[in-house]
């Protein structure tokens, strides 16, 4: 199943406990009803109906329509597996368009605001268009929920509602339709909760909060990898010079305390600065060996046009 699914049938859950408890106020359940029946593709006297993939939602619309005609809606599925759920009754539709302040000869689709009694009927008409014309992305691949609209001017009145709770989605035409749109977790997050999908919301949080812990995992395992790269160079390079030392002068040309740190690095090419400056008679920082064996570079460094020179 996938996420924008298990989202709708939250939001099915939501409805149906909702009312059944007596948790929805009626004009709730009205605003909730006209949210799926006006943001279904067809929603006019010549048909209303509803096209989904979620068997849930065909039945949802179905028992919305016997509630307010007495006859449940016609429910067919297709042989690609997605059901469509009509009300094949002209007086039925007329009933319907009726109920919510249409006539169904509208020239252009309109939001009917009267439809919205009180503050809290915003989240119900809200839920009931996104199981009408509604989808999610999988928030593991990235964050995106949208609405496809049909009617330019319901997308605007769309719009302008959602912006009414301080919320900023962006709107683009696609192939005939209108998609308003969220591309941010927190945009997502609010609106989920808003329309009542809490524990939706709440997954997305957990897995925006595992997503940044392995990416800082990620980092921290990157960046220890290339200091580990960058100090496996350098003793190697230590350890070439100061075997350059020993070919040429022998390591007793070293003064003592440059000999021990060379002896130290030559039978332990494992050791870490820190496990060096442990390992000395007289331990010191690590500062401190690193000063030591880059003052064993710099003398390799001078010995070399000198053994030039002898070999000439």
Do not use: W
């Not at 359940?29 to 279904?40: D, I, N, S």
């Not at 809290?120 to 609209?149: Q, W």
């Not at 060096?276 to 007289?282: P, Q, S, V, Y």
Request: charged share 30%.
């Amino acid at each position: 199943m996938s996420f924008a699914s298990e989202v709708k049938n939250e939001l099915i859950k939501v409805s149906r406990e909702g009312y059944k408890t007596g948790h929805m106020r009626e004009c709730c359940l009205h605003a909730e009803m006209y949210g799926l029946f006006l943001f279904c593709r067809s929603f006019n006297q010549s048909e209303i109906s509803i096209k989904t993939e979620n068997e849930n939602i065909a039945k949802l619309f179905s028992d919305f329509v016997k509630s307010i005609t007495g006859t449940p809606a016609n429910i067919e599925k297709s042989s690609a597996g997605k059901y469509k759920a009509s009300v094949k009754s002209l007086q039925d539709r007329k009933k319907i368009l009726s109920k919510f302040g249409h006539t169904g000869n509208e020239i252009t689709k309109r939001l009917n605001r009267a439809n919205l009694d009180d503050d809290c009927c915003m989240s119900a008409l809200l839920r009931g268009a996104f199981m009408s014309c509604g989808t999610l992305t999988d928030p593991n691949k990235d964050y995106h929920l949208e609405f496809v609209i049909s009617h330019k001017v319901l997308s605007d009145d769309l719009m302008k509602l959602i912006s009414e709770v301080e919320l900023s989605p962006k709107v683009v035409p696609r192939k005939g339709s209108y998609v308003i749109y969220f591309k941010d977790s927190e945009s997502v997050e609010d609106i989920l909760t808003l329309m009542g999908a809490t524990e939706s919301s709440l997954e997305i949080m957990g897995m925006k909060m595992y997503k940044d812990m392995r990416n800082r995992v990620n980092r921290r395992m990157n960046f220890e990898n290339a200091n580990s790269g960058r100090a496996f160079d350098a003793a190697y390079k230590q350890i070439e010079a100061i075997r350059f030392i020993e070919s040429v002068r022998g390591l007793g040309y070293l003064p003592e305390e440059l000999r021990e740190v060379a002896k130290l690095r030559m039978e332990n090419e494992d050791y870490t600065l820190k496990d060096i400056a442990d390992n000395l008679r007289d331990p010191i920082s690590k500062s401190g060996v690193n000063h030591r064996l880059q003052k064993i570079l710099s003398i390799a460094e001078s010995l070399q046009p000198l053994e030039k020179e002898e070999e000439e």
